[in-house]
Every structure is written in structure tokens, then in C-alpha cells.
């Protein structure tokens, strides 16, 4: 929670910081943005646990796979739905 919250804090001074999210906006965007990260980090051990079981001497490669699918659905789901764009 403690890295969720830090990384939220990164992502909306910095990577959407066009995008601030402010007031009540700051924390429904901090809820969506755990939602989305749980998510994510289910998603990344699932995919690496399920590759290590078939093939347990391409650990690196496993692993490396949890991380890309975790990272592409958190920044899909956050861009998305925590940092939309402002109409």
C-alpha cells in the first residue's frame, strides 16, 4: 500500500502533472489507482507463477513476462480511469 501510494504520488506530480488531480478528485483517483494496481499485481504473479510451472529453467523469462503484463495493465487501467482526460 505504502508503494501504491508513493507511485500515485510520483505519477500525479510528475508523469500527469497536466492532468493534477486535486480535492476530492485526488483521492477517487488514489482509490482507482490501488484498484487498478491490485489488479496489475495479481495479474503479474499469476502470469509468472503459471510460466514458472511449465518451464522452470526459463525463471528470468517468467518473471520478466509478470512484469510486462502488470505494467502494461497499470498503466492502461490508470491512464484510463484515475488520470482521463479532462472534458
Do not use: E, P
Not at 506530480?13 to 491490485?38: H, K
Not at 509468472?48 to 502488470?70: E, M, P
Request: with cysteine; aromatic share 14%.
Amino acid at each position: 500500500m505504502a508503494a501504491m501510494t508513493f507511485n500515485f504520488t510520483l505519477n500525479n506530480l510528475l508523469t500527469y502533472r497536466d492532468r493534477r488531480l486535486r480535492g476530492l478528485g485526488l483521492i477517487r483517483g488514489w482509490m482507482t489507482f490501488n484498484l487498478a494496481c491490485s489488479v496489475g499485481a495479481i495479474a503479474n504473479v499469476g502470469v509468472a507463477s503459471y510460466l514458472f510451472g511449465t518451464h522452470k529453467d526459463l525463471w528470468a523469462i517468467s518473471a520478466l513476462a509478470g512484469i510486462v503484463v502488470g505494467a502494461v495493465w497499470n498503466y492502461a487501467l490508470t491512464q484510463t480511469y484515475t488520470w482521463k482526460t479532462q472534458t
